[in-house]
């Protein structure tokens, strides 16, 4: 190890340049710097990683990385990776608890792609259990209203709503009926833009009912049944997960 202008150079071959071994240390080392505390490279090694951490076998609640920031719109942890299909910029695995736990509010800017599993809500119930809600899927990317209505002498308009008709696409989208008092034929006609009319087979009909307008989004093409590029990563690639790499 050679030193100048308080600068620590570790020069090779070695496998481990600096090591401290923590029994009486509650910090293995700080390091402080304007940009960067610690930057982690790998010349060589093309499995290697930048910066390993490992946490201890026993005890609970330990991390092998802690990342926090305490300034303004900070970031605790930032991950990037760009070349190719199978570059993740965060990959998690557990063989038996959870490969990731968000505590507070989470957004996706892009697609969401579940594979091999469900999607679903945990809906607590009175009894103090909780149950899964299942999504429902479909092969096309749709939007959904519901609403209810009233015939008055066998008719009734019913206009879309203004920000549900700004999102779905200008073709034809589907409206289901259900009638809730006597059986008046309803049916669906002079669907527009705007909106649609329910008539009856009888011009006297006066009767409830209510409608499930299904149309398909406007914002993204959502091909049906497009093919999906699955990209299985092997379990030992990218970075051993043993401490015997340090």
């Given at each position: 190890?050679?030193?100048?202008?308080?600068?620590?150079?570790?020069?090779?071959?070695?496998?481990?340049?600096?090591?401290?071994?923590?029994?009486?240390?509650?910090?293995?080392?700080e390091?402080?710097?304007?940009?960067?505390?610690?930057?982690?490279?790998?010349?060589?090694?093309?499995?290697?990683?930048?910066?390993?951490?490992?946490?201890?076998?026993?005890?609970?609640?330990?991390a092998?990385?802690?990342?926090?920031?305490?300034?303004?719109?900070?970031?605790?942890?930032?991950?990037?990776?760009?070349?190719?299909?199978?570059?993740?910029?965060?990959?998690?695995?557990?063989?038996?608890?959870?490969?990731?736990?968000?505590?507070?509010?989470?957004?996706?800017?892009?697609?969401?792609?579940?594979?091999?599993g469900?999607?679903?809500?945990?809906?607590?119930?009175?009894?103090?259990?909780?149950?899964?809600?299942?999504?429902?899927?479909?092969?096309?990317?749709?939007?959904?209203?519901?609403?209810?209505?009233?015939?008055?002498?066998?008719?009734?308009?019913i206009?879309?709503?203004?920000?549900?008709?700004?999102i779905?696409?200008?073709?034809?989208?589907?409206?289901?009926?259900?009638?809730?008092?006597?059986?008046?034929?309803?049916?669906?006609?002079?669907?527009?833009?705007?909106?649609?009319?329910?008539?009856?087979?009888?011009?006297?009909?006066?009767?409830?009912?209510s409608?499930?307008?299904?149309?398909?989004?406007?914002?993204?093409?959502?091909?049906?049944?497009?093919?999906?590029?699955?990209?299985?990563?092997?379990?030992?690639?990218?970075?051993?997960?043993?401490?015997?790499?340090?």
């Open positions: 190890m050679s030193s100048s202008d308080n600068q620590f150079i570790a020069l090779g071959p070695a496998d481990i340049g600096f090591k401290t071994h923590a029994t009486r240390i509650t910090t293995g080392g390091f402080h710097g304007t940009l960067a505390g610690v930057v982690g490279r790998v010349q060589t090694n093309p499995g290697g990683s930048g910066v390993l951490g490992f946490s201890p076998t026993t005890g609970t609640q330990c092998g990385v802690v990342g926090t920031s305490l300034a303004p719109a900070g970031n605790g942890v930032i991950a990037d990776a760009h070349e190719g299909p199978s570059a993740y910029a965060v990959w998690a695995r557990s063989s038996r608890g959870l490969a990731a736990r968000f505590d507070g509010k989470v957004m996706v800017n892009g697609d969401f792609i579940v594979q091999g469900a999607k679903s809500a945990v809906v607590p119930l009175s009894d103090g259990t909780a149950r899964l809600l299942y999504a429902i899927e479909s092969p096309e990317s749709w939007f959904e209203d519901f609403g209810f209505g009233h015939l008055s002498q066998g008719y009734a308009r206009a879309l709503d203004e920000v549900f008709a700004s779905i696409r200008d073709d034809a989208y589907h409206v289901f009926i259900t009638e809730y008092e006597d059986n008046n034929s309803l049916y669906v006609t002079g669907r527009t833009r705007d909106g649609f009319e329910v008539r009856s087979k009888t011009a006297t009909g006066n009767s409830e009912f409608y499930r307008i299904v149309a398909k989004r406007s914002d993204i093409p959502a091909t049906r049944f497009a093919e999906a590029s699955v990209h299985e990563k092997p379990a030992d690639e990218d970075v051993s997960l043993s401490e015997d790499a340090s």
